[in-house]
């Protein structure tokens, strides 16, 4: 048998490289009827094609790109619940008039006195 001096073995190369983090998937949570979906769109654009089938990965990558700032607003209004939406609207409202309580604000606002 053949002998590896110490200088050898501390200066060899590993024999494995690093995966690439471009290529690194994480796991994404999303609901039952959103699986559906992506499941229903990829069976549609894979039925009778030719090449490479279409991913998940590349039908969501596609379609986050097409999302333009005025879509992420929507939806983030979309998840406000009425008591946050009062919020919103009592933070404005203080800002216009300074000096203004949450009981004024609910009053104007069970008033319909907003205008003000």
Request: include cysteine; hydrophobic fraction near 35%.
């Amino acid at each position: 048998m053949t002998q590896i001096s110490n200088s050898e073995a501390t200066t060899a190369k590993p024999k494995f490289t690093k995966t690439s983090k471009a290529k690194a998937s994480s796991p994404v949570r999303i609901c039952a009827r959103s699986r559906e979906k992506l499941d229903a769109m990829l069976a549609r654009v894979n039925k009778d094609r030719f090449g490479r089938r279409v991913k998940a990965d590349d039908l969501i990558g596609y379609g986050l790109d097409l999302l333009t700032d005025t879509h992420l607003e929507e939806i983030g209004t979309r998840l406000l619940s009425n008591k946050e939406r009062i919020e919103i609207m009592y933070r404005k409202m203080a800002k216009a008039r300074k000096g203004l309580t949450r009981d004024e604000f609910l009053g104007m606002l069970l008033e319909g006195n907003m205008a003000e």
